[in-house]
């Protein structure tokens, strides 16, 4: 668990070593963020038509559409998975002019730092001295954000309610316009209040599906609030680029080919 103030911006510090489960790994958005360090051969992001190498790592603001990453034989990195609005108060730019648009960690803090950091994690002799290497490099480079906290606030009553609450009612409740809090989502988190509700929503909906058993996916739909079945195939399909049951099928394959392992979840392999 990261310490004060960081653990109100980031879920968890990671570091990841070893033969990924497939060569290629598809990421759903979902209302998180990412920031990685590499350490091993570069990564490729594809997002779209569009695929870049890393060699660095990579900064991940809240997106809206599917990545695909493709892994090295063996892959080695430290990286921090972010709240929605976590990043927001170590970059340079408004989150939104990243959206859907992966870029190296250097473009975000700077070749002469991050081959510093670079060097200072990969002489460290056990991982857990790299996670407090890196939780020190973010407390450094931590700084005052203004409405972050109007923005943190909301974003945790639409994670509270699974992405259920209603937009209008979280703007008044906290005495600010429509527009104002619009605008401040799309500063620090990438994306407005509604789309974020919406990734909430869906992405409760499918880490709830147990992909063992048999799925009833009308109920599914209307519990989770959907207006029918076919508005939750819509939405399904726009974020993940699958219908509900080839997702189930791509699951299942997950889980009978690699049971147990830690990325079983949203990570859905692309080969």
Known sequence: MPRPPLDGLIDD???LEGAPPYARLTLPPAPSALLIVN??????IRVGAATAEYADGCVITMRTRALEFGYPRRTRSVGVHVKP??????LPMPAAELRDRPVTVEQVWGRSAVAGLRDRLATADRPQEMLTLLEEELMRRLSETDGLGLVRHTSSVLAATGGAAVIGDLSVAAGVSGTHLAQRFKQLVGVTPKRLARTYRLTTTVLGIDPSGPIDWGGLATGAGYFDQAHFGHE????TGLTPTRYLEVRRRFLREHPGHVLDGWPLPAD
């Not at 350490?39 to 490729?44: A, D, K, V």
């Not at 609005?85 to 170590?90: H, M, R």
């Open 236 to 239: 399904f399909r726009e974020f």
């Open 85 to 90: 609005w976590g990043l927001a108060p170590f």
């Open 39 to 44: 350490l091993g051969e570069p990564f490729r």
């Open 13 to 15: 510090l990671y570091y």
